[in-house]
């Protein structure tokens, strides 16, 4: 009996363990997720290829985890949508060891880890999810309820109550005006990620339900504050139109003369995303549609908010005025590119008949390069320049370098403040903080500051605080650390930390708000509707975001000539503008070189050829560069020319609108005309004084021009 015992306990619980393998369980086929008891199926969900990809089903405590695409969906008993978890990349594996279940995302090579739990019965991530710009994660849900067929529109609602695309669906496509408020009003009872609120509240915008479509812009602001997005960070075009696009859909609304609904979708991008990409043209194109209406008190509103967001800027120029100094650059790239040549070739006229007769004796204008070259390098044209105008020539050429490298510096900078880890409208997150990196920023207060702001909205205050004492004295790290004493208790030592802060910068507005003395900014506006209770973060401006990034011109300019190779590599740069940069640098070594080459005698009978006086009449003062009047008179023809040059269509300067305008055209043709007037006057009293030195030096005598 006793050694039965054993025997029948050990069968006893062999057969236990078969039964409860045969009992209810969650396999994949292909893409439906089955649910089964042995043989019996008890429910079963097919999912379309579009979706995305599927991972491995995980059963906890009766519940099934699917990820499906960048979400995870959980099922209860009869296979209802208990739960979804919204996460910024596809889904590629589930566990729940450890007690707790984590899931892992992939986004370009980039992979996180979250851990999936429950407030108040409601699934949700315990970790901060800030969303990449990808249309393919922020839209999902609409996309995969778009994808369901019209037949199957009411069974799939009702497996998946809680995508709100379908119940707005079914609202659309109801005759019964109760039925149709009925679908919208479950269509708003679901939680969402904002990129998802503003898709839903466009959708329900165009389906005339406005007061839901406001209803859901709310939801967006908060959902979007929640995951520390902030009216300061700016945000590019391509993450706007990834975040559901609200500045397209204010042009679709302005295109269709609905102004009232243009109205509300302006004062969401104001209140969350007023610098994003684009913004003053949208905001100009909205006062004038305001001034048109009689609204000229709003328009006025409105302008000045877009002057407001300059303060911070590169110059003050605005959000975009990066743009601008790039048009700048081209435009006195293409002045000095013009100007050096017309010296440069006028010189070289000059020149011509006198080097023929030197070099003839060497034999010839080119063999004797290969004979006597270092008598042949004495007499190059610039060596029959006066010290004074190969002067000239060296600045000019110094001074182009500095226009192309002024705009290497623009276009380098515009690409690494469009680069998503920076125009995003936050900062942080695993995939943003892997973009950071690849900007290798330059070490200095402004990059201590910007990764130390990305640390502390992770929640990563100890890392945060280590790299704020990096950058010290610098005011905006003060009142962020302030922040971090606040959160952790510490009043005494916040307040104090603010203090300093704006004793460093009385201008800073974060510091006055979390001291209580109520400053106006518009983002501050943000902060007490959205997060009333929280301290304000100092945000880096635009200045100190680029001096992390990239630095200032000298920093770019040396970078690019030091590393040539790099330089023609930059995509952001362009192949043209990148040799054009090294082209300058080369020509402006020769030139300062020619400085020390002795002055070969140009004889009075050969100074002032054919050739040199017809460039001379049609070059304004690009003979006369000997004289600083000359060089003025060449530099004022070049920018009169270089500013008229988009009206021959060969070249085209979008940044700089005003100089197509009938006003400034008429302008630079007046200079344009006034420099040939003064040019023709100098001309005909150098002709006079030249035939005065060629009648005293006889014509068998030469002598310096």
């Not at 009043?491 to 507005?509: G, I, K």
């Not at 004889?603 to 003062?621: I, V």
Request: glycine share 10%.
């Amino acid at each position: 009996m006793n050694r039965a015992g054993p025997r029948a306990w050990r069968l006893a619980l062999a057969g236990l363990t078969l039964g409860l393998s045969a009992q209810a369980g969650a396999v994949l086929e292909g893409r439906t997720l089955r649910a089964e008891d042995g043989p019996r199926l008890l429910w079963s969900r097919t999912f379309p290829d579009g979706v995305g990809s599927l991972t491995d089903p995980l059963e906890v405590g009766g519940t099934v985890y699917l990820g499906v695409g960048p979400v995870v969906f959980t099922f209860g008993p009869g296979g209802s949508v208990q739960g979804r978890a919204d996460l910024p990349g596809t889904v590629t594996s589930l566990d729940a060891s450890g007690g707790v279940v984590r899931v892992t995302t992939q986004l370009g090579g980039v992979n996180e880890r979250f851990t999936l739990g429950s407030e108040g019965g409601v699934l949700s991530v315990q970790e901060r999810v800030v969303f990449p710009p990808d249309p393919d994660v922020t839209g999902w849900l609409a996309h995969a309820a778009d994808a369901v067929p019209p037949g199957e529109l009411a069974r799939a609602a009702a497996q998946d109550p809680l995508n709100p695309f379908l119940a707005l669906r079914q609202a659309q496509a109801s005759r019964d005006a109760y039925a149709a408020l009925s679908a919208v009003r479950r269509a708003l009872n679901v939680n969402l990620p904002f990129p998802a609120w503003v898709q839903l509240a466009a959708r329900l915008d165009g389906a005339g339900f406005p007061a839901a479509a406001d209803l859901a812009l709310d939801r967006a602001r908060r959902d979007a504050a929640a995951r520390g997005l902030d009216p300061d960070v700016p945000i590019s075009r391509a993450a706007l139109g990834a975040y559901g696009n609200p500045s397209g859909y204010v042009g679709t609304l302005l295109e269709q003369n609905r102004l009232a609904r243009a109205g509300a979708w302006m004062s969401y991008l104001r209140d969350l995303h007023p610098r994003f990409q684009g913004g003053t043209a949208l905001y100009t194109r909205y006062a004038r549609i305001l001034d048109q209406q009689g609204r000229e008190g709003e328009a006025e509103e409105w302008r000045q908010f877009t002057r407001s967001l300059s303060s911070g800027t590169l110059y003050n120029l605005g959000p975009e005025g990066l743009d601008q100094v790039r048009g700048a650059a081209r435009l006195s790239a293409l002045a000095l590119l013009l100007i050096l040549a017309a010296a440069l070739l006028t010189l070289a006229a000059r020149a011509w008949p006198a080097q023929r007769e030197d070099t003839r004796a060497l034999g010839g204008r080119y063999r004797s390069w290969l004979r006597h070259p270092l008598s042949r390098a004495r007499r190059v044209f610039v060596g029959y320049a006066s010290p004074s105008e190969r002067l000239m020539l060296t600045l000019l050429g110094a001074a182009l370098l500095g226009a192309l490298g002024g705009l290497h510096w623009a276009a380098h900078t515009g690409a690494a403040l469009q680069s998503p880890a920076l125009s995003s409208g936050t900062y942080g997150g695993g995939w943003g903080n892997a973009q950071l990196t690849t900007l290798n920023l330059r070490p200095g207060p402004d990059s201590a500051l910007l990764t130390g702001l990305a640390a502390q909205l992770d929640g990563e205050n100890s890392l945060a605080r280590d790299l704020y004492t990096r950058a010290l004295p610098d005011a905006c790290a003060r009142n962020n650390l302030g922040v971090i004493a606040q959160a952790r208790g510490d009043e005494p030592q916040a307040r104090d930390l603010y203090r300093a802060a704006l004793s460093t910068r009385p201008d800073l507005s974060a510091a006055a708000f979390n001291l209580g003395l109520n400053p106006a900014a518009a983002s501050l506006a943000f902060q007490r509707a959205s997060r009333p209770d929280e301290p304000r973060l100092c945000y880096p401006d635009q200045r100190s975001v680029t001096r992390a990034v990239t630095g200032d011109l000298s920093v770019t300019l040396r970078a690019a000539l030091a590393n040539p190779a790099a330089l023609l590599a930059d995509p952001s740069v362009g192949r043209r503008v990148a040799l054009g940069l090294l082209g300058s640098a080369v020509l402006t070594a020769l030139l300062a070189l020619s400085l020390l080459l002795p002055r070969t005698p140009l004889p009075p009978r050969l100074s002032r050829p054919a050739g040199f006086r017809l460039l001379a009449l049609l070059l304004p003062g690009s003979s006369l560069i000997d004289s600083p009047w000359g060089g003025m008179l060449l530099l004022a023809w070049g920018a009169a020319a270089a500013g008229l040059a988009p009206a021959t269509g060969l070249i085209s300067f979008p940044t700089l609108p005003n100089l197509t305008l009938a006003g400034a055209q008429a302008a630079l043709t007046g200079a344009l005309i006034l420099t040939y007037l003064l040019n023709t006057l100098a001309f005909v009293a150098a002709e006079i004084r030249h035939a005065r030195r060629v009648r005293r030096a006889g014509p068998d005598q030469t002598g310096p021009a």
